[in-house]
């Protein structure tokens, strides 16, 4: 079956531009996970949708980031005003079962450069 | 406050030689899952393992193996045999049972380099 899809594989941006990231999660999957990778790093927490409510956005780093879930299925994150540490991998995960520890799974992200 | 911490930045071996990668964790939590992932130069982290913080034993899978000991916080990884096609980052990863907001938090990471 598909997996997790995220598009575009590569976004490159001037600073100060906005951009949207977006995610499509397997089907039936009710939690959704974003996360950035910074070269080196392992992915970071940024934010956690169970359906189409963000229940944990702590991990977002200020209100320059927002994202949105607005059907229970596609999500994207939107970055207001990027800044040139903004460049990351953002990857997003969906998991099937609400609790339990199951595996989320990822999908190949969206490279961001901004210039 | 969830840490985990892979110490081993990279590690070289011969392919056929057996290779362990380490994993210690921190977390305040009496119930809590482990993972491990793997991520090869392509870039998509591909789903290895989940452990239950209540089930100690500890795991076989072909030529993947892992050991769980809470008495030392760790969760180690061990490849038997290894081979060029197991070239990768790998990370461990540590999320608490929190009303279904399992985050994952990650170690930063062994980069895992098979020797032909």
């Known amino acids: 079956g598909a997996g997790v899809s995220q598009t575009p594989s590569n976004k490159v941006t001037e600073k100060g531009k906005y951009v949207e990231l977006r995610c499509d999660p397997i089907s039936g999957h009710t939690a959704l996970y974003w996360y950035r990778q910074s070269l080196g790093q392992g992915p970071e927490f940024l934010i956690y949708?169970?359906?189409?409510?963000?229940?944990?956005d702590s991990g977002l780093p200020n209100d320059r980031f927002f994202a949105v879930r607005p059907e229970g299925s596609v999500s994207t994150l939107k970055i207001q005003r990027t800044e040139r540490g903004d460049s990351a991998v953002y990857l997003c995960a969906s998991r099937y079962r609400l609790a339990g520890g199951y595996e989320q799974y990822f999908g190949p992200g969206t490279r961001l450069t901004v210039t | 406050a969830q840490k985990v911490t892979q110490a081993q930045t990279e590690i070289s071996v011969v392919e056929k030689e057996d290779v362990t990668l380490d994993c210690v964790y921190e977390?305040?939590?009496?119930?809590?899952?482990l993972f491990w992932y793997k991520q090869p130069p392509s870039g998509e982290l591909v789903f290895l393992i989940r452990?239950?913080?209540?089930?100690?034993q500890n795991e076989i899978s072909g030529r993947y193996s892992w050991n769980f000991q809470k008495s030392t916080s760790s969760f180690n990884f061990t490849i038997t045999a290894s081979q060029v096609v197991d070239s990768a980052v790998y990370f461990c990863?540590?999320?608490?049972?929190?009303?279904?907001?399992?985050?994952?938090?990650f170690g930063t990471g062994t980069r895992l380099t098979i020797i032909p």
């Open positions: 977390t305040r939590d009496t119930t809590y899952y």
């Open positions: 990863a540590l999320s608490e049972a929190n009303f279904g907001n399992e985050k994952l938090t």
């Open positions: 949708f169970q359906g189409t409510g963000a229940a944990d």
């Open positions: 452990r239950n913080s209540f089930d100690e």
